[in-house]
């Protein structure tokens, strides 16, 4: 399983958890769009391309949840996405992210394990909730 990280999120938390992931990776490998797809790739190019791999997206961009379109896209492809709310507007500081990646990674490869996709959860500082 292939577990993406938007552009808006380093790719070196990406690169730092593919490594951390393999000893059990049980399958999964964590990329970055942007190091896959190249830095601006529209939404509509990667999310049929997720789809097709059965992907997972990882992103603090709440507009594609917003834009009817691209959700519509989401659905139609068959893409899971967790949408990263930060606790203000500036978003996380880079280790404030690592930071709440590492802490709920073990929900979120739950979650990921036992929801059928599509699928789209909300990543609030205290919690995760489904949309």
Known sequence: MKIYFDENISPSLA??????????????????????????????DWIPQVGKEGGIVITQDYNIYKNVNQRELINQHGVGIFYIKPPSKTGYLYWEMVEFVIINWIKIIKLISNTEKPFAFVCKPRSIQKL
């Open 15 to 44: 690169k730092g958890l593919h490594h951390l992931v393999q000893p059990i990776s049980d399958g999964i490998e964590v990329l970055s769009l942007k190091d896959v797809f190249g830095l601006g790739v529209a939404d509509e």
